[in-house]
């Protein structure tokens, strides 16, 4: 798959990120969270731009698409609707899959 390198960095900010920084036993957990959630979408939105820049030029190296995005000023081109749904899933995740992660199999 062509920008996985960037795609492999992207998901592990945007999703693990949120889960590392937060204080599971704070009150606060909740709005920690979501405020984690949208911190790393926008901490991660310039490896997904080059992601998507690779995916549709098939001729951009990996450098070429950093220096292409740079170019372009699109460092955060998407970030908004990036972040609703990135809320979404990381919700998602903690109301449905954590549950079941502490299960023993």
Request: with cysteine; net charge positive.
């Amino acid at each position: 798959m062509r920008g996985s390198g960037f795609a492999f960095n992207r998901d592990i900010i945007s999703q693990g990120l949120p889960y590392l920084m937060l204080d599971k036993a704070s009150y606060w957990y909740y709005p920690q969270f979501f405020l984690a959630s949208i911190s790393a979408t926008y901490l991660s939105n310039p490896l997904h731009t080059c992601q998507v820049l690779m995916q549709t030029n098939t001729a951009l190296s990996y450098r070429q698409a950093i220096t292409q995005m740079i170019k372009d000023k699109s460092y955060f081109k998407g970030v908004e609707s990036r972040a609703g749904l990135l809320l979404i899933t990381n919700l998602f995740n903690e109301l449905f899959l954590k549950p079941v992660w502490k299960r023993e199999i």
